[in-house]
């Protein structure tokens, strides 16, 4: 019996050195990207229908796995506009495809800009002045998301011709 209960913990501290040097026990770390906010710093005044939105984010990720290839549409940049007011919260989401942006060479850390130029936004009907706020969130492409970035807020007004 004490020979048995021996040869069994012998053969334990035999598999345990063993699968120490193991791939199999290694655990990836995951990096997510992370997104700052570059341009507008403040609120930003808009005229209805005629002015277009530019936002430029810094983007980072430790791992370097951002954006598609050209042919590739996923999308992995998502806009959420909320709007304050009547309906109260009311909300849609606009998806953009990041370019690829992996580096070339060994090293993979990506620290880049993106610009966005988004269309002119219209006021509500029956509003002169309309207001509403961005959240923007990335993902990579091992589905990794940054922290959710909330941006400026954004006043819309009826241009007068």
């Not at 040869?7 to 995951?30: K, Y």
């Not at 430790?62 to 304050?84: H, I």
């Not at 989401?93 to 620290?111: H, I, M, Q």
């Not at 966005?116 to 006021?123: Q, R």
């Amino acid at each position: 019996m004490v020979h048995r209960l021996s040869l069994r913990f012998a053969l334990f501290l035999l598999l345990g050195q063993t699968l120490s040097g193991c791939d199999l026990l290694f655990i990836p770390q995951i990096f997510p990207p992370e997104m700052d906010l570059v341009q507008p710093r403040d609120t930003v005044w808009l005229r209805s229908g005629l002015d277009s939105l530019r936002l430029e984010f810094r983007i980072r990720d430790e791992d370097g796995d951002l954006g598609r290839d050209s042919g590739d549409q996923t999308r992995d940049l998502w806009l959420l506009e909320v709007r304050y007011g009547f309906p109260p919260f009311d909300s849609t989401y606009r998806e953009f495809s990041v370019p690829n942006l992996t580096p070339r060479g060994a090293n993979k850390v990506v620290d880049a800009q993106l610009e966005l130029l988004l269309d002119p936004f219209d006021v509500r009907a029956d509003l002169d002045v309309d207001s509403f706020k961005l959240f923007a969130v990335l993902r990579d492409r091992s589905g990794n998301f940054s922290p959710v970035l909330s941006l400026p807020t954004v006043h819309l007004w009826k241009a007068t011709n």
